[in-house]
Nanobody
Framework: QVQLVESGGGLVQAGASLRLSCAAS????????MGWFRQASGKEREFVAA???????RTITSMKGRFTISRDYAKNTVYLQMNSLKPEDTAVYYC?????????????????????WGQGTLVTVSS
């Protein structure tokens, strides 16, 4: 069973950068696609970015150029580098893992359709 632990959230000012980490444990973690999602207060959880087991990436169009997903296979960790943060980026950011990269995208069908979720890390961007 894969388990995920996110870290790196916090309170920052607009324009700042943060790097979120998601550490995965479990025998099959390297074969899973990993992704980042976020949920702002009162809104549904939305896709941010994903990376496949062999390094292909997918990022929602509105965040391309500001958010970058990467993966360290040796550390079983996925990162989300977030630059030029805006107040509207304020949300709880969740890491997810699933055997199928195709399930991770703006079309993702809800939390029950991805196998593993982390507990989330709060990012607050002040103006």
């Amino acid at each position: 069973q894969v388990q995920l632990v996110e870290s790196g959230g916090g309170l920052v000012q607009a324009g700042a950068s943060l790097r979120l980490s998601c550490a995965a444990s479990g025998r099959t973690s390297a074969t899973y696609a990993m992704g980042w999602f976020r949920q702002a207060s009162g809104k549904e959880r939305e896709f941010v970015a994903a990376i496949s087991s062999d390094g292909n990436t997918r990022t929602i169009t509105s965040m391309k150029g500001r958010f970058t997903i990467s993966r360290d296979y040796a550390k079983n960790t996925v990162y989300l580098q977030m630059n030029s943060l805006k107040p509207e980026d304020t949300a709880v950011y969740y890491c997810a893992a699933d055997p199928q990269f195709a399930r991770m995208g703006p079309w993702y069908a809800g939390t029950s359709n991805l196998e593993i979720w982390g507990q989330g890390t709060l990012v607050t961007v002040s103006s």
